[in-house]
């Protein structure tokens, strides 16, 4: 279908809309910061049900705060340490970067030092942000522990651990492979659990829309997402709109970590920069 004008809605925003949208930065203090994208972002509405559904959806995203980063740090060393008993002499901290691009989960394996440092005498070595370097650096009996601040799918962690196993056999090595992760989406369980030893995750997430409305209602929500949605422009470079409906492999996120790269888990609606057609926009989320 070819891109076509998107009306925005003529009205001018009521004063119980704006009073809502002022009233959400109680509950979302990093709106505060972002005031004109969310306001631009609930002008796309050209119904009242696609302005309440937005604004359900914003006031319901799980907001990491700098502090409640490093909350969710110290509880993810506690995790290794007190409740798996992993040790510096037979633990190995990784990313799942294997690629030149920088990755979250690198930043991550990084901000575990002080936080891990707390509490036993763990060095360097213990943390390695090329998944390249694991194999060799493994031993019989080690530890292996993916961590990454966000999992949505659960896909690329899948595969990085399908991956290392496979590599450890060819080598004629065996590990524990266990996955520590700040905030999660629940459905990722079913991808991870059945390959790993065991996956914790500081926080778990919900669908915004399929694990939150039932029946009609859900079927109501789903219709006009999609109405919100086919507002946005088609392409961004290379990638598809298509490919990100509802988030990457339908996610639902709702997930936002201050001074992070929201992930594409994300309702589009939140980060996709074009609209119809082609035009750009302010979004809620920046993301590169």
């Known amino acids: 279908m070819m891109d076509q004008e998107i009306p925005r809605s003529n009205e001018h925003m009521s004063r119980d809309v704006f009073a809502t949208l002022f009233n959400l930065t109680n509950k979302q203090p990093w709106l505060v910061r972002r005031s004109r994208e969310l306001f631009d972002t609930v002008g796309l509405c050209t119904t009242e049900s696609e302005r309440e559904l937005l604004i359900d959806l914003i006031s319901r995203f799980h907001f990491r705060s700098v502090q409640n980063h490093l909350d969710d740090l110290r ?50 070595g213990n943390f390695i942000s090329q998944l390249g370097e694991v194999v060799r650096r493994t031993k019989n009996g080690s530890i292996v522990v993916f961590v990454d601040d966000f999992c949505g799918s659960g896909e690329s962690i899948y595969k990085k651990v399908v991956w290392l196993r496979n590599e450890l056999i060819s080598a004629g090595k065996t590990a524990t492979i266990r996955v520590a992760v700040g905030s999660s989406m629940e459905q990722s369980k079913d991808i991870i659990l059945p390959v790993v030893d065991d996956f914790y995750s500081v926080h778990w997430l919900a669908k915004g829309l399929n694990d939150y ?4 209602e859900l079927t109501e929500a789903v219709a006009t997402m999609r109405g919100i949605e086919d507002k946005l422009g088609e392409r961004h470079g290379k990638k598809k709109l298509s490919d990100y409906s509802f988030g990457w492999k339908q996610s639902e996120a709702l997930f936002y970590l201050e001074g992070g790269n929201p992930p594409n888990n994300n309702f589009p609606v939140f980060w996709w920069p074009k609209l119809r057609p082609a035009r750009d926009r302010a979004t809620l989320l920046p993301r590169v």
């Open 75 to 124: 509880a993810l060393a506690a995790k290794i340490t007190n409740d798996w008993k992993c040790l510096p002499e037979n633990t190995i901290l990784v990313a799942l970067e294997d690629r030149e691009l920088a990755d979250s989960s690198a930043m991550l394996v990084q901000q575990l030092k002080g936080p891990l440092a707390e509490l036993g005498a763990w060095k360097t």
């Open 213 to 216: 409305f039932r029946d009609t």
